[in-house]
């Protein structure tokens, strides 16, 4: 058999039982990345809902937790390296599993340009202000670090997860203290210049009223979102925890935001954090501790940033493998590493298209507007695939949802509303103009020509996948399912 470009059919897999629970919990929340999703959008967040930032945070946490209810009893039924991509290819429809991959690796790829621009700020404000601010020089830094984490990423999924335990606990530990330590010298009026709790941070109208939430609700979906890498390693997870972890996931990183945000972003005026946009929480470190508090911070920013850049790469890497497998992508991307058991074809390509992406979004304008336009797009890419999954979820378990009043709800309630929720986010940004250009460009632009591909793939492709999409790897649950 051949793929869509002629060359034999490739028979590998991925090193099966390399992870377990917490590991993958560790590479799931890495993923997502707190801190250094905290430091890339807190002052978007404050541009679109002023400091009514844990509301959105707050909204978002039910569907993404039922999402991920729909992501755990998908990984039960079938652990797949594609997830998403093959959930919706086997249950829904071929075009929508290769649509669904697609937009999962323009997020994985399109994504990391958040995080290296900041590696490169926080690695450069460690000797100069001036040299932190210059994108041209965060770029040139940041490319550098991208090819670390990308030698690591090629290692092995063990390797991989163990540089992010060396980084967890320090890095949540690093964002916790400092944001008691924000909120203790806020109120003790150790610090000058700061802005206390009220109650309009917490009610819609504090927001600027129900659009402006709904941006705010795009930036809370980008922060949250990643937390399905456990997913994407779930070929690689003992038994069958890859969506015990996603759960996992979406808990702490609910604590984590919520106390992060409204901490964090009261040390200062709006002003001076748009000022630092491109470092707020080296800044606010500064604020709170002086320079060695400002050290601290970025340290663990850099941390938590290379783990991300790393995670997503893993993501995107199996992904790709995923698709290559199943021949709707050159079975190139499929091709393992026999000693290390990665796809390193697919993470060396993505690791270095990721720094293609950083100089092209380093040419288009300041970077903070660079990264008010990505994290939005993000979160519109994250919304599609979201949705895509828990209505996948229900689909796939439509005839055993009514069993048990538990199962009703777990399975068909929850992922219900995720899907709405995120549905509705969509719909509500395109109908009230509510993106610029870059974002719709970037959002639905991409999203679109992962149809035209799919077309393409199932004309000149001689996999199976688009005629009996059944065929799609992985390893399947004696379940009782939709059929």
Known sequence: MSDIDGSPEVEADLKQNALGLGDTVVLAMASSG??????ASIAALLIAVRYAGFLPIAVCFVPMLGIAIGYQRLNAWRPSAGATYSWVGRVINPHAGFFSGWIMLMYYTVGTVSLTPILGSYTLSFFSNAAAGNKFAAAAVGT???ILVLVVAALGVKLSARFQWGWALFEYACLLAFSVAAIALIYTNGLQHTVKVAGSWFTISGAGGFHALIGGLVIAIFLYSGW???AYVGEEVKGRQAGRAALASVVLLFVVYSIGVVALQGVAPNAAMQA??????AFAGQRIAGGVGK???IVAVLGGTLASLQAAIVSAARISFAMGRDQVFPTWFAQVSPRYRTPMNATILLGLLNVVFLWGSTLVGPISTALADIVSTLGLMAAMFYLLTAGTAIWCYRRSIASSAGSFFLGGVLPAF?????LFVIVYELATNALNGVEIAFGFGTAALGLVLSLISSRVG???FYTDPTTSHGETAELELAG
Not at 276 to 281: F, I, T, V
Not at 418 to 422: T, V
């Open 34 to 39: 707190p801190t250094q999703s905290i430091a």
């Open 144 to 146: 550098a670090l991208d």
């Open 228 to 230: 399905d890498t456990a």
């Open 276 to 281: 630092h946009a491109s470092d707020a929480l």
């Open 295 to 297: 050290n601290l911070m």
């Open 418 to 422: 995720g899907a709405a929720f995120m």
């Open 462 to 464: 001689r996999g199976t």
